[in-house]
């Protein structure tokens, strides 16, 4: 006997063309143009091994569905559909015990691909159930923060987060600055079965090394100078819930050993302490750098990347997902005219074009603030294309497309790109391999060492100035180059 999939989808182009690529699969389908129509068939007795079904319907919605479904038959592999992918949406459907989610529009290799794996599944879940082996049934976390867009690498984060979420296993979460890696970290914590316990978030880069350990593991009173009483660490704090490490691959090497031990044994011993500290945290590290390199170059440990990189999910740069800059841009003006208590302010037509064709070398966070800076200087309620254009040439951002050149706001820019754009050219017509590496190291020794130099050797101000950890100067720059300590 083939198989029976009911399709449920209000939409009739959609219902149709899906209930056919599966029938030509060699699935026997059923359509149904309401949740509430397949319950009544299942109710006459009607079979179903697998279900599709869209979110947005008349009467029941495709969740109350889902809930209704898992009341028959906990087991019924369900394929949730979806236009409007969200965080809460996809977060909402994976907690509701969908096996998968479908984002529209889709290829139909895709559904016709899940019907095979999930049907496969289902047959060795009842082989198993007479085994005796039983799955967890999911919690019921609360709802997530708002991550906002509705591209294509959108709708598969938010399907990552929706999955994932569900799992007790660490996520190394990478991305350029900027581009939401700890919204997204917030997000795995609210949809998990940990959203009621802390979520703890530590940027490694920010705290001085000395200073990290205890941070970390917290410390005893007498520990070192200065510490008067027991401090409790972050791992501590915790506890029962979830620890965000942000810029993880900044962590010296002496505390990725102890981090290895902690993800390995979840114990250890506060600085200066004796007692053996026990605690159940999920880890969830981010970093914008190649942590694969790094292992490379032996500035970072193997077998603690294989610790954090269970699972991963990569954020795209904002370049590469434009289509969302009106949505993202539109929520930016909003949040910025409710926190100066100003009147409506709204971005013109083009306004919003100018903004899809910037690079946006900073992402989400650059966008955002550019919106705070339009909100704040405009003149009216309309936001016109002009002053865009001033702010960026104003905030030196003002090239354009991806790898655009700096305009006429901010020579200086334009100077050492057009010199790169030089050195680059003469490599690629002497015919050498390989050099993106020493071009980098190169703009970061030139970066620091002018740093250093202007500053008279003190790394602590260069670092600020710059943006980075003081171990971060000190590293690039090598031995014999660290300047002086600051005094």
């Known amino acids: ?92 459907a994976f907690r509701g015990g969908a096996r998968d989610y479908l984002p529209k529009p889709f290829d139909l290799d895709a559904p016709v691909q899940l019907a095979r794996d999930l049907l496969k599944g289902r047959e060795a879940s009842a082989a198993g159930k007479a085994k005796g082996l039983e799955m967890p049934a999911a919690q019921e976390p609360e709802g997530p923060p708002q991550l906002v867009g509705g591209s294509a690498p959108m709708r598969e984060l938010f399907r990552a987060i929706g999955r994932y979420a569900q799992l007790p296993l660490a996520v190394l979460v990478t991305g350029e600055t900027g581009t939401g890696k700890e919204l997204v970290a917030r997000a ?45 660490g972050r791992f ?28 390995a044994e979840g114990e250890f011993f506060r600085v200066g302490g004796r007692e053996l500290i026990r605690v159940d945290v999920r880890v969830i590290a981010a970093t914008h750098q190649d942590l694969a390199a790094r292992v490379r ?65 900073g992402n989400v966070r650059e966008l955002r603030n550019l919106c705070f800076r339009l909100v704040a200087l405009a003149a009216g309620e309309r936001i016109p294309a002009a002053a865009v254009d001033a702010a960026l040439r104003d905030s030196g951002a003002a090239g354009i497309a991806s790898g655009g050149v700096a305009g006429d706001g901010d020579a200086r820019d334009a100077a050492w790109r057009q010199g790169l754009e030089a050195a680059v050219q003469a490599r690629f017509a002497a015919g050498e391999q390989g050099f993106a590496e020493t071009l980098r190291a190169a703009f970061d020794e030139t970066l620091l060492a002018t740093a250093l130099a202007h500053h008279r050797g003190h790394r602590q101000r260069a670092a600020e100035q710059l943006g980075i950890g003081r171990n971060t100067v000190a590293r690039k720059l090598g031995p014999g180059r660290r300047g002086r300590k600051p005094g």
Request: charged share 25%; glycine share 8%; no cysteine.
């Open 1 to 92: 006997m083939s198989p029976r999939i009911f399709v449920v989808d209000d939409d009739r182009a959609v219902r149709f063309v899906l209930a056919e690529a599966l029938r030509d699969a060699g699935f026997a389908v059923q359509a149904f143009d309401s949740a509430d129509a397949a319950l009544d068939a299942l109710g006459r007795g009607q079979r179903a091994d697998l279900v599709f079904t869209d979110v947005r319907m008349p009467g029941t919605d495709g969740l109350g569905f889902l809930e209704a479904l898992r009341q028959r038959d906990a087991d019924l592999p369900v394929v949730v559909m979806s236009a409007y992918t969200d965080v809460a949406t996809t977060a909402g």
């Open 236 to 263: 501590e704090q915790a506890d029962g819930g979830t620890l965000f490490l942000d810029e993880i691959g900044d962590m010296p090497a002496g505390l990725q050993t102890r981090l290895l031990r902690v993800l």
């Open 188 to 232: 795995l914590h609210a949809e998990s079965p940990r959203a009621s316990r802390p979520f703890v978030a530590l940027n490694t880069a920010a705290i001085p090394a000395e200073l990290l350990e205890s941070e970390l593991f917290g410390h005893e009173a007498g520990a070192f100078t200065g510490a008067t009483k027991r401090h409790i």
């Open 297 to 361: 170059e032996g500035r970072f440990r193997e077998d603690l990347l294989h610790r954090l990189d269970v699972l991963r999910i990569s954020l795209p740069p904002l370049r590469e997902r434009r289509e969302d800059i009106p949505l993202l841009a539109a929520r930016f003006v909003n949040e910025a005219v409710q926190a100066m208590g100003l009147g409506a302010r709204r971005l013109a037509t083009a306004a919003v074009e100018r903004l899809q064709q910037h690079a946006f070398p």
